[in-house]
């Protein structure tokens, strides 16, 4: 894993993305936040179990299907599985030491 800070790769509503191996942030200050690298260290674990490409693919599919339900781009982001597991789990800090594989398809 490599942490990455630059400002001008997100978008302003988003302050961080994983992008197995890098977690890329938008503020060096995130680097200590613990809640923030373990909700990116959740989706490095997807994108792994999933052998990485599939985990985009997978992704971009099912913001487009929620999109089209939520007709919200917000909301469709949110209810993505891969986004469901990790905001649940976000403040578990030793989640990613007992999570199984592809429990994320408990939240589609």
Known sequence: MFLVVNKYILRNKFVGITLWPFIVMKHKVLKEDKVFLNHERIHLRQQLELLILPFFL??????????????????????????????????NLTYLKKKKIWSFLRFL
């Open 58 to 91: 997978i992704y971009g599919i099912e913001y487009l299907v929620r999109l089209i339900q939520y007709k919200n781009s917000y909301s469709a982001y949110r209810n993505i599985s891969f986004e469901r597991e990790a905001y649940q789990n976000e403040t």
